[in-house]
């Protein structure tokens, strides 16, 4: 099972690498703006906590990020220790190109979109078991 997981996960990265490369992004990059795309406006803590990344892990992510003018980190008025990450414009816009990307990798599969969607329940199932 840990082997094909494995498997699993690198040929998906291999599928998104392309279609990220046009977006100039990575895949953990993706996976960060996914999560500021559903949630607008996140703390580091909380964008860690939802993503399972360590502060060490996320912030080069959000460095480059912010680098690229998707993110801003700002430091909360009332809580100077708190760095809040914000979208923005481009990376709000950024939002409809990875849309069409999806959506094209959707019509491009073979997959069977009802497979998926019960691998994803399967998954996220094994994910909560295995964090007990």
Not at 2 to 10: K, P, V, W
Not at 103 to 113: F, G, I, K, R, V
């Amino acid at each position: 099972l840990c082997f094909a997981l494995y498997n699993a996960s690198r040929a998906m990265t291999k599928v998104y690498q392309p279609h990220l490369k046009k977006l100039g992004l990575t895949y953990p990059q993706y996976i960060v703006m996914l999560s500021l795309w559903q949630h607008k406006t996140s703390s580091v803590k909380e964008l860690g906590n939802r993503l399972n990344l360590d502060s060490g892990t996320l912030t080069p992510l959000l460095k480059r990020l912010e680098a690229a003018q998707l993110v801003n980190r700002t430091r909360r008025e009332d809580d100077e220790r708190v760095v809040m990450i914000s979208l923005t414009k481009q990376g709000v816009s950024l939002e409809q190109d990875a849309l069409a990307m999806r959506q094209e990798m959707l019509c491009n599969s073979t997959a069977d979109m009802e497979q998926m969607l019960a691998l994803k329940e399967q998954l996220q199932q094994l994910t909560n078991q295995l964090s007990q």
